[in-house]
């Protein structure tokens, strides 16, 4: 579902008074954290989607860390999830079944967590994912509404999966990109979130669903700031741009345009760019807002983690692009 879309239906809902609950929809942060004791809040989300690679245990891995990003990316630690899974049973061998919950258990494990039971239905098309709980320290929640004017914007991953990912399916991609890829959107957002901890940051997001600009938006809204945006910062994934010139398009990425579009100062960027700023991604990186004097030390911790921007305080657009 498009942000617009989820938008509309979470305007539906009257929010929850009690005072435990430190985060929830509102800011449209990546899990709630639900406060135990003053130095204890779980963190919970949920999170599960249809392949977008072939190999089913590969595809476990990637569906596992997607979910679990969702912890990382508000400071949080995992400790435990539960499987949710779609399965056509009769139509497929159940070792496909059987490799996906092991590709899932396996990064669950890597993460440190527990995979404790979890959950399958029938279903037409095969699909996968988690609901994960962790733990974090109240003061230590990483949020949306956290920015401040003056902190700078890291990016721990490199964009492109939802183009390569279509373009695979098309049959314009070549295996090198395929398991770049795969490389990329199977390995954990631990090292970021921890780091975050280290130099001090208060504001994470993880870049998935909605692209780079959805989710900055959503920064941008709930901390009541300005980004600006360095589009040619912002690191790509191998075979991007080669998805971008032969043709490839996402409807995902339509209905991320839209929901952004009237909030953003597009200055010069041009058409292929602009596609890659909304293509959704699956177990992208954080997006952290990292403070100023913080940064070196924070790209030395991180491994590929790059400087795309900074935090300015509240214009005339939520986003203002720099070509």
Same mark, same amino acid.
């Not at 809204?221 to 360095?230: D, E, F, G, T």
């Given at each position: 579902m498009g942000p617009g879309d989820l938008t509309t239906a979470l305007a539906a809902l009257v929010p929850h008074t009690d005072p435990r609950l430190l985060v929830g929809h509102e800011t449209f942060d990546d899990a709630g954290v639900f406060r135990l004791s003053d130095d204890l809040a779980l963190v919970q989300t949920v999170d599960f989607f249809a392949p977008i690679v072939d190999d089913p245990y590969d595809f476990g891995q990637v569906a596992a860390a997607n979910a679990l990003s969702d912890v990382y990316a508000m $400071?949080? =630690?995992?400790?435990t999830a539960l499987s949710i899974a779609g399965f056509p049973t009769g139509r497929l061998?159940? =070792?496909?079944?059987?490799?996906?919950?092991? $590709?899932?258990?396996?990064?669950?494990?890597?993460?440190? /967590? +527990?995979?404790?039971?979890g959950h399958t239905i029938n279903d037409d098309e095969v699909k996968f994912g988690l609901a994960v709980t962790g733990r974090v320290?109240?003061?230590?929640?990483? +949020?949306?509404?956290? /920015?401040?004017?003056?902190?700078?914007l890291v990016l721990t991953k490199p964009l492109g999966t939802g183009l390569i990912a279509t373009a695979l399916k098309l049959g314009k991609a070549e295996a090198v990109h395929e398991a770049t890829m795969i490389g990329s959107m199977k390995r954990l957002n631990r090292d970021a979130a921890r780091a975050a901890h280290e130099v001090g940051v208060h504001c994470a997001t993880d870049v998935t669903g909605y692209g780079l600009l959805g989710h900055a938006s959503h920064i941008a809204? /709930? +901390?009541?700031?300005?980004?600006?945006?360095?589009v040619r910062a912002l690191p790509l994934l191998p075979g991007t741009r080669e998805a971008l010139a032969s043709g490839v398009r996402t409807g995902g990425a339509e209905r991320n345009d839209a929901f952004v579009a009237p909030h953003v100062a597009w200055g010069s960027v041009t058409a292929e760019e602009r596609a890659i700023l909304v293509d959704p991604q699956t177990s992208g990186g954080l997006l952290? /807002?990292?403070p100023a004097h913080r940064v070196p030390e924070y790209l030395s911790r991180v491994e590929a983690s790059v400087?795309?921007?900074?935090?300015?305080?509240?214009?005339?657009?939520?986003?203002?692009? =720099?070509?």
């Open positions: $400071g949080g =630690e995992p400790l061998p159940l =070792e496909v079944l059987s490799a996906i919950l092991r $590709g899932g258990q396996d990064k669950v494990h890597e993460a440190g /967590a +527990s995979l404790v039971g320290h109240p003061l230590r929640i990483l +949020s949306n509404a956290r /920015a401040r004017p003056g902190d700078v809204r /709930a +901390s009541s700031v300005s980004l600006h945006l360095r952290v /807002a990292v400087v795309v921007g900074e935090i300015l305080p509240q214009g005339e657009h939520l986003i203002t692009l =720099e070509g």
